[in-house]
């Protein structure tokens, strides 16, 4: 009957642990880039990027920048809340090297002190738009 009853609180033990873990890990934010467009509108290369916050807690957006088009158009810092996303813009005018782009790294830094990089892919359309 020992046997039994020490089994028992130790599966219950395990299980008790297990789930404070998934908590703990799902309890900070947990920031990603969602989606993604590029578009040419009146001579400027423009890339606009949804992050999303899929944590459980709140975080600022501190800086966001592009390795082909530069800092992000938005003013920051941003408060993004629980499970909300928020769209960066970052635009440039269209150079002759933008034309043969075919993807670009976004950093977003964070007021935790950590940054979250992306990187994002022309699809042939966009291409094609860059082209012309």
């Given amino acids: 009957m020992a046997y039994v009853l020490s ?4 599966a219950t033990s395990l299980a008790s ?8 890990r ?12 590029f578009a040419v509108r009146s001579g400027e290369l423009w890339l606009e990027v ?9 975080v600022d957006l501190d800086g966001a920048s ?3 088009l530069g800092p992000t158009a938005n003013t920051l ?3 993004l809340k629980s499970a909300a996303s928020h ?5 440039a005018p269209i150079a002759a090297h ?14 935790s002190g950590r940054t979250t990089t992306s990187q994002v892919r022309l699809t042939d359309a966009e291409q094609a738009a860059l082209a012309t």
Avoid: M, Q
């Fill in 50 to 58: 949804k992050v999303a916050n899929a944590g459980k807690a709140e």
């Fill in 26 to 37: 799902s309890s900070g934010p947990r920031i990603r880039v969602v989606s993604h467009t």
């Fill in 98 to 111: 933008s034309r043969r782009i075919g993807s670009a790294t976004v950093n977003v830094g964070l007021g």
């Fill in 7 to 10: 089994s028992l609180a130790l």
């Fill in 87 to 91: 769209v960066l813009v970052f635009r």
């Fill in 77 to 79: 810092p941003y408060r």
């Fill in 17 to 24: 642990l297990v789930v404070s873990i998934l908590n703990y």
């Fill in 66 to 68: 592009c390795d082909v």
